[in-house]
């Protein structure tokens, strides 16, 4: 079992920019796609964006052009710069990984946004 861990949330001003980045403890590079999702107040998570492993990415409506989502499969590391932060953009961050047979889940880190 592959171990993520998110780090990189906290506290930013509307209009700022925050990295996240996740940890994962063995390899990624046979997993399909990574990708990130969100989750606002206990609702359902939900996709931010993902990027497969040939480097495909996909984003949701809501950040598209501010969000910018990328991995280094030689480093095990999944990354997502978020630019033009709004306070909607405020909630949990949890990195996922999904392939054949498998889910993975990281803890989460808080991102806040205030306006």
């Known amino acids: 079992q592959v171990q993520l861990v998110e780090s990189g949330g906290g506290l930013v001003q509307a209009g700022g920019s925050v990295r996240l980045s996740c940890a994962a403890s063995?390899?990624?590079?046979?997993?399909?796609?990574m990708a990130w999702y969100r989750q606002i107040q206990g609702n359902r998570r939900q996709m931010v964006a993902g990027?497969?492993?040939?480097?495909?990415?996909n984003y949701a409506d809501s950040v598209k052009g501010r969000f910018t989502v990328s991995r280094d499969n030689a480093k095990n590391m999944i990354y997502l710069q978020m630019n033009s932060l709004k306070p909607d953009d405020t909630g949990v961050y949890y990195c996922?990984?999904?392939?054949?047979?498998?889910?993975?889940w990281g803890q989460g880190t808080q991102v806040t946004v205030s306006s």
């Open positions: 990027i497969s492993n040939s480097g495909t990415s």
């Open positions: 996922n990984g999904r392939g054949l047979g498998f889910e993975w």
């Open positions: 063995g390899s990624i590079a046979n997993v399909n796609v």
